[in-house]
């Protein structure tokens, strides 16, 4: 155990904050070295006079800075090595484990069948320049025209020449961000975004500030303040549902962040990979300012998670950057799959099977309401997921260990954050990465934990 103890006079509000601040800087200056053990939530309270729920957050707020390390039954340690983060889902399915963790559609066995059909009509329908060219311009202009078609669908008209075809929204992500931020630069984005963002960001070297959201996404006038107080180069946007609140940002937000934008001369990044599974007929960003927005859409997520191929659309003035990083990070999308893609839109099987994910996931819901009960948790009717914030009481570290131990795997909030503003623990629930009879016994369980008495299980040491 070390000597070295935070100074209770230097505590400020919120105290959580400030004692993580006090640790963080005596592990900068070498006070605290790499491995020690840090003092139990519990006795460090007492020593403090402060909450346990308060020293918790203090602990939470110090792993997600990569400083400090929780191991279940051992304690928290120093960590000043570099650590990768870890990604909010279970890298592998284990055992019985019941795996609400990772973001998926709802599958069964038809859409396996159809894969299998589509590599079938590939076997015969394969064209050369798929299969033999280097060249994207070779392979791409019949897809992009197909492209279009379906991003209309998307409420986006685009000429397809604007249209680059990716290997997925993950892919599109890193073009767009490497097309329109230099490193160093500074891009915009929710206080809780998409849980690649900050690591891909720190890999291309690029500053992330997450902004103050409401009920609606981000806060214009936020957006308006940050772009005077330092040069923001773009915002990153999930308008629609997929960000990990599930809200569907309503058109007249939508309206008022593009004319910020465009009054910043900044360009807008918009991740739409639910596409047309969304109903409610909203314009996306892009279609209030064209002529500054790079709009990606994908298959994955609302057809079959095999089917790994994205659009990703920019204005005239990104073409030739978009292309570029494109070639040097992914020379072209896979050709044999952008053909599956194509042909399924073109005969109507994709715009089928979003029609039937819509319905599958109305399914879900019903289940979730059930099983939730009276618990306040943040849904859309075409969401993949639910956005359940903690009761008083929970930290999301005990909270998702409780429910790994009990059988269920769910997703840790702070994966999703950028910001510490208005930040509360709170888990996300995938509704399709499992069967529905697992879906209801697991969302049980989650329930079962939120009403209960926010007490960690003991371990049989």
Request: hydrophobic content about 45%; charged content about 20%.
């Amino acid at each position: 155990m070390t000597t070295w103890r935070p100074d209770p006079a230097q505590l400020r509000r919120p105290a959580y904050l400030s004692l993580a601040e006090q640790f963080a800087r005596a592990i900068q200056e070498g006070k605290l070295s790499n491995g020690q053990r840090l003092p139990t939530h519990r006795n460090l309270a007492d020593e403090l006079s402060l909450s346990v729920q308060t020293v918790s957050r203090a602990y939470d707020e110090l792993i997600r800075r990569g400083l400090v390390s929780g191991e279940i039954g051992r304690g928290s340690f120093v960590q000043t090595q570099a650590k990768e983060p870890e990604p909010p889902y279970l890298p592998e399915r284990l055992g019985e484990l019941i795996d609400l963790s990772i973001l998926k559609p709802v599958c069964e066995q038809l859409h396996l069948q159809k894969m299998r059909g589509a590599f079938a009509w590939l076997a015969e329908n394969l064209p050369s320049s798929s299969a033999l060219s280097f060249r994207p311009n070779m392979v791409f202009p019949r897809h992009r025209n197909v492209a279009a078609e379906w991003l209309a669908r998307c409420g986006l008209e685009i000429s397809p020449l604007n249209i680059s075809l990716t290997n997925g929204a993950t892919s599109a992500m890193t073009v767009a961000l490497m097309s329109v931020a230099p490193p160093g630069s500074t891009i915009a984005t929710e206080a809780v975004s998409h849980h690649t963002l900050v690591p891909l960001s720190t890999y291309l070297g690029i500053h992330l500030e997450g902004l103050p959201i409401d009920h609606d996404g981000m806060i214009p006038g936020a957006l308006d303040e940050a772009c005077r107080k330092g040069v923001i180069r773009a915002i990153f946007l999930q308008p629609s549902v997929i960000n990990p609140k599930a809200t569907l940002m309503s058109e007249a937000r939508r309206a008022a962040l593009a004319e910020v934008a465009r009054r910043h001369d900044i360009a807008i990044i918009e991740n739409d990979i639910l596409g047309p599974l969304v109903d409610a007929g909203l314009k996306p960003v892009a279609a209030f300012a064209p002529e500054r927005t790079l709009y990606i859409t994908s298959f994955t997520k609302i057809t079959v998670p095999g089917l790994r191929i994205g659009y990703l659309a920019a204005p005239d003035r990104y073409v030739a950057a978009v292309a570029n990083r494109h070639l040097v990070s992914n020379w072209m999308a896979t050709p044999a799959i952008a053909e599956i893609a194509t042909h399924w839109v073109s005969e109507g099987t994709a715009i089928e099977l979003v029609d039937w994910q819509r319905r599958a996931l109305a399914a879900r819901h019903a289940i979730a309401a059930e099983a939730l009960g009276n618990l306040d948790y943040h849904s859309h009717p075409q969401s993949l997921h639910i956005w359940l914030p903690l009761p008083e009481g929970h930290t999301e570290e005990g909270f998702v260990s409780q429910a790994r131990l009990r059988g269920v795997a769910i997703a840790p909030g702070s994966s999703f954050r950028t910001s510490d503003l208005g930040w509360r623990p709170a888990v996300r629930i995938s509704l399709g990465s499992t069967t529905e009879q697992e879906l209801r016994q697991g969302l049980g369980i989650v329930a079962s934990l939120a009403m209960g008495n926010p007490e960690a299980l003991l371990l049989a040491i």
